[in-house]
């Protein structure tokens, strides 16, 4: 029993000198997580939530005071350009329409009765000048049988007065012959007057009906038949009878982060997904780029705030769906949707994980690896500013240690990001863990440590 004790003991003993000489030799390496600089197509990617919308929509306004009489449509119909949407009570409208149509009428009954004046007058005229013509002859020829002492003076008389009065007779002709072409025309005037008084009235009659400006979706209908409409500003109550969509060109407008916003142009690539219909990918591109700041909380751009408060911002940007046809039709205005917009991609580059970049400031190492310490800066130097960079593997003396090579970056991907400098595919770099990496000084010792993680429990 003693012997068996005995060799417990030692064993422990062993065992406790076995470890303690492990950990001893293990006491000045800091294990870290270690990848590979490779080569892959990368893309980088900026999201953004928002909502369908129509590139064109409109909100048809009541254009009459009255009752809608006639409701033609109901909301979710599709209707195309000039059918009509809704009436207005018209009465009044048709009533105008009629009494102006009948006095145009009349009006042009006037005109002809002053046309035919005007002939007369005319002809008056006509006859007045030949009428003249005779009397004129007669005085001429009176004049020579007075000189010669053939005629009496009476006779003379008689076809001078005649002659004179012929004048006159013309005179008043042509006076009558302006008149009556002055009533013409006052006539015409006022038919003119009157026709131009009946488009205002047929105009009115007109907006009594409301017809649909473009092919498209009615997407809102807040009215019913019988309600009194007013003519008002766009949005008013009563004022706005139904929207109406063109849902032939679709658009996805989301908000994208104000530090995402420099990435995006006019032209990328976007997919777009719908919260409603899931599992389904629209493409599209980006049309517009809002070029106004919105504040986050509000929704109001920044130019109408009135508040100084620093806060987070988006802006807007539009992505027309190359979507059309049949496959558009689940879509409808409102729903709520997100953008993935394609802002780079480079196929076959150098990369690494994003977490192995660091910050730091590189040791000048001595000739055994060993970091030496900076030498104090002088009174008044500008402070050393870390530089960006990755921590590498290389093997000294048989021994993994950790060098800082600076490192110059290109477009970024969801985990990796674009290696343009400083490394060479297949390199073995430090990829974690996060704290340290930040404490990690270069020509550490180093222990690789390849625990996988966990896969996580799926939740019931």
């Given at each position: 029993m003693k012997k068996v004790i005995v060799i417990i003991l030692i064993v422990l003993a062993l065992a406790g000198l076995v470890s303690f000489m492990v950990w001893k030799?293990?006491?000045?390496?800091?294990?870290?997580?270690?990848?590979?600089?490779?080569?892959q197509d990368l893309t980088t990617i900026v999201s953004?939530?928002?909502?369908?919308?129509?590139?064109?929509?409109?909100?048809?306004?009541?254009?009459?005071?009255?009752?809608?009489?006639?409701?033609?449509?109901?909301?979710?119909?599709?209707?195309?350009?000039?059918?009509?949407?809704a009436r207005v009570e018209n009465v009044q409208p048709e009533a105008n329409v009629d009494a102006q149509q009948a006095l145009i009428a009349s009006s042009k009954t006037d005109v002809a009765s002053f046309v035919a004046a005007?002939?007369?007058?005319?002809?008056?005229v006509e006859h007045s000048k030949a009428d003249l013509e005779q009397k004129r002859l007669d005085w001429e020829r009176a004049q020579g049988l007075y000189k010669e002492g053939i005629m009496?003076?009476?006779?003379f008389d008689a076809k001078k007065a005649a002659y004179d009065l012929a004048v006159a007779t013309l005179a008043q002709s042509d006076a009558a012959a302006l008149q009556s072409r002055a009533q013409t025309e006052s006539a015409r005037a006022k038919v003119t007057n009157n026709q131009a008084t009946l488009r205002?009235?047929?105009?009115?009659?007109?907006?009594?009906?409301?017809?649909a400006p473009f092919n498209g979706i009615v997407t809102n209908l807040p009215v019913r038949e019988g309600e009194t409409v007013v003519v008002g500003i766009q949005n008013a109550e009563g004022s706005t009878l139904m929207t109406l969509a063109d849902m032939s060109v679709i658009t996805a407008e989301v908000k994208v982060d104000e530090t995402d916003i420099v990435n995006i142009q006019m032209g990328q690539s976007a997919e777009?997904?719908?919260?409603?219909l899931p599992g389904r990918v629209y493409k599209g591109h980006v049309t517009l780029v809002g070029d106004q700041a919105i504040l986050r909380s509000t929704g109001i751009a920044t130019s109408q705030s009135t508040t100084g408060t620093e806060e987070a911002k988006d802006f807007k940007v539009v992505i027309t769906l190359d979507t059309t046809g049949d496959a558009a039709k689940e879509l409808r205005p409102g729903l709520s949707t997100t953008a993935k917009i394609t802002t780079a991609h480079k196929a076959s580059v150098l990369t690494i994980p994003i977490q192995a970049l660091t910050l730091h400031i590189p040791e000048t190492l001595d000739a055994t690896g060993k970091p030496v310490p900076p030498p104090t800066p002088a009174p008044g130097a500008k402070p050393v500013v870390p530089i960006q960079g990755v921590f590498t593997v290389k093997d000294q003396k048989g021994k993994p240690h950790a060098i800082f090579v600076p490192v110059t970056t290109g477009i970024t991907g969801a985990t990796d990001?674009?290696?343009?400098?400083?490394?060479?595919?297949?390199?073995?770099?430090?990829?974690?863990?996060?704290?340290?990496?930040?404490?990690?000084?270069?020509?550490?010792?180093?222990?690789?440590?390849?625990?996988?993680?966990?896969?996580a429990t799926p939740a019931n």
């Open positions: 030799a293990q006491s000045g390496y800091t294990s870290v997580l270690t990848g590979k600089v490779v080569r953004g939530t928002g909502q369908i919308k129509p590139k064109t929509y409109v909100n048809v306004g009541a254009t009459s005071f009255g009752r809608i009489t006639h409701l033609d449509v109901k909301e979710g119909d599709h209707v195309s350009k000039g059918q009509v949407l005007e002939a007369t007058a005319k002809a008056n009496a003076k009476q006779d205002s009235n047929v105009d009115a009659l007109d907006k009594t009906v409301s017809t777009v997904t719908v919260d409603a990001i674009e290696v343009l400098s400083g490394l060479v595919e297949g390199q073995e770099i430090i990829t974690g863990p996060f704290k340290t990496m930040r404490a990690l000084k270069g020509g550490a010792l180093l222990k690789r440590d390849d625990t996988k993680p966990s896969a």
